[in-house]
């Protein structure tokens, strides 16, 4: 079963933020991904944040980590059309990677 | 650097049949993996590999078998395919694990009849 969970769908208007949501299972984990994956080609790593971490910020992406309740978000600001895409929330757990079903983001011009 | 290669990029086979995905990577990582990505399940761990000599398993390596005789190869083998096993194949490389950069290959599309 899924230890990560993620919404399916967003749509958003070009130019506004986007926040991606996951919820993880396990306290252990050491390190949260987010990928990107656009059709056709493999996984991208977008950021990652240490599990001590509350938030990370790179260029027009934002990371925020709940630890207390497992939760990880990924904010995109000022949308672009090139940002559509599936985003990919995963946790580390030793060697072992968990990844969500992946949020299927759709920037409307 | 060609990065991670996979081939091929799509292979049809029979029920029964067995074969071999391959991987490689020219970035002298340690890390490897291989990934299979299902509608709607994101991407399942199958096996991974510390190093030459190292592999171990994931959370979904039952039909699959893995070597890795030198640092640059990590070969997939699937001993007799089931239609189950119908998926997209990744191969991923890093030079150690946790806060790396994990480089996906452009995966292998197998379709199980």
């Not at chain 1, 230890?3 to 208007?13: A, N, P, T, Y």
């Amino acid at each position: 079963g899924e230890d990560v969970e993620q919404s399916l769908f967003l749509s958003v208007r070009e130019g506004d933020s986007s926040v991606i949501n996951c919820t993880y299972t396990d306290s252990s984990s050491t390190y949260l991904y987010w990928y990107k994956q656009e059709p056709g080609a493999g996984l991208q790593l977008l950021t990652y944040i240490f599990s001590n971490m509350d938030m990370k910020q790179d260029q027009r992406l934002t990371v925020l980590l709940n630890k207390k309740d497992k939760h990880l978000s990924l904010r995109i600001a000022d949308t672009q059309t090139g940002d559509s895409a599936i985003y990919f929330c995963a946790e580390s757990i030793g060697y072992d990677m968990r990844f969500g079903a992946g949020t299927r983001l759709t920037v409307k011009p | 650097n060609a990065g991670v290669t996979q081939t091929p990029k799509f292979q049809v086979l029979k029920t029964g049949q067995s074969m071999t995905l391959q991987c490689a990577q020219d970035m002298n990582h340690e890390y490897m993996s291989w990934y299979r990505q299902d509608p709607g399940m994101g991407l399942r761990l199958i096996h991974y590999s510390v190093g030459a000599g190292i592999t171990d398993q994931g959370e979904v390596p039952n039909g699959y078998n893995v070597s890795r005789s030198t640092t640059e190869d990590f070969p997939l083998r699937l001993l007799s395919a089931a239609p189950s096993q119908t998926s997209v194949y990744f191969c991923a490389s890093s030079y150690s694990f946790g806060g790396e950069t994990q480089y996906f290959g452009p995966g292998t599309r197998l379709l199980v009849l």
